[in-house]
């Protein structure tokens, strides 16, 4: 009867995760919807404080996963403040001082802005499947939507987080929630989309919101006014003299 019971018991596991697609699979999908070779943008970020909100307007010109270049047009206090990625570096413009500025190291983790979004989240542009690997764990509702439940777990040293839970849209292949976890395994931060777009043949966040989970407040609202994908960017927009300028 034993014997029994455990073939009954291994047989329905089988049947269950057999029903569940691949996560590495469901993960080069969403690469293939989520990521461009080039992407330009203007967006606004409103970071949610304690007491009150303040909103920052950026424009981002992005090239792969080794070049990035934004500048803040608002607030006039953080007007003009720049910043470029050129693979695993970072340099910010403060116009106030003139000065260049590089971030590196334990100051990657600090607060971009004020806002909930580091340094290092910023810097993370990469396609998911260099970074991790995926289980799918299951299925769930999330908002009103199907979802498929799938843990990452770091495949390279250097990922800001070890592990990632995230909660996939069934239909449209993007992530609506995810839970970043340190190495400890302590929760770090949570981000959910909260709206979404159809630009062309792939599905886009709009609005979305991100929370540390170590920092008070109510989050850092990310809000994508417009976006165009493969669209050429010159090579001098992705050089220091291009933050002065």
């Given at each position: 009867?034993?014997?029994?019971?455990?073939?009954?018991?291994?047989?329905?596991?089988?049947?269950?995760?057999?029903?569940?697609?691949?996560?590495?699979?469901?993960?080069?999908?969403?690469?293939?919807?989520?990521?461009?070779?080039?992407?330009?943008?203007?967006?606004?970020?409103?970071?949610?404080?304690?007491?009150?909100?303040?909103?920052?307007?950026?424009?981002?010109?992005?090239?792969?996963?080794?070049?990035?270049?934004?500048?803040?047009?608002?607030?006039?206090?953080?007007?003009?403040?720049?910043?470029?990625?050129?693979k695993d570096k970072l340099w910010i413009y403060n116009p106030s001082a003139d000065r260049i500025i590089q971030i590196s190291g334990h100051m990657l983790r600090q607060s971009?802005?004020?806002?909930?979004?580091?340094?290092?989240?910023?810097?993370?542009?990469?396609?998911?499947?260099?970074?991790?690997?995926?289980?799918?764990?299951?299925?769930?509702?999330?908002?009103?939507?199907?979802?498929?439940?799938?843990?990452?777990?770091?495949i390279v040293e250097d990922a800001p987080y070890n592990t990632k839970k995230v909660w996939i849209d069934k239909e449209k292949l993007i992530p609506l929630k995810e839970e970043?976890?340190?190495?400890?395994?302590?929760?770090?931060?949570?981000?959910?989309?909260?709206?979404?777009?159809?630009?062309?043949?792939?599905?886009?966040?709009?609005?979305?919101?991100?929370?540390?989970?170590?920092?008070?407040?109510?989050?850092?609202?990310?809000?994508?006014?417009?976006?165009?994908?493969?669209?050429?960017?010159?090579?001098?927009?992705?050089?220091?003299?291009?933050?002065?300028?």
């Open positions: 009867m034993r014997k029994l019971l455990i073939f009954i018991l291994i047989s329905f596991c089988t049947i269950v995760f057999a029903d569940l697609p691949d996560g590495n699979k469901l993960l080069k999908q969403i690469d293939e919807n989520m990521y461009a070779k080039n992407m330009i943008s203007t967006s606004l970020m409103i970071v949610h404080g304690r007491r009150s909100s303040r909103t920052m307007k950026l424009r981002s010109w992005t090239e792969g996963d080794d070049r990035s270049f934004s500048e803040y047009l608002a607030p006039p206090r953080d007007a003009g403040t720049k910043m470029l990625k050129l971009m802005m004020g806002s909930d979004i580091s340094y290092e989240d910023m810097m993370e542009e990469n396609e998911l499947t260099e970074v991790y690997s995926a289980v799918t764990t299951g299925e769930e509702i999330f908002n009103d939507v199907n979802c498929w439940k799938l843990e990452l777990t770091a970043r976890y340190g190495k400890s395994g302590k929760l770090l931060k949570t981000t959910e989309i909260l709206e979404v777009m159809k630009i062309e043949e792939r599905w886009y966040p709009k609005r979305m919101i991100f929370k540390d989970i170590l920092k008070k407040g109510k989050g850092t609202e990310f809000i994508i006014e417009n976006i165009q994908f493969d669209t050429e960017i010159p090579d001098s927009r992705f050089s220091k003299a291009a933050l002065r300028k």
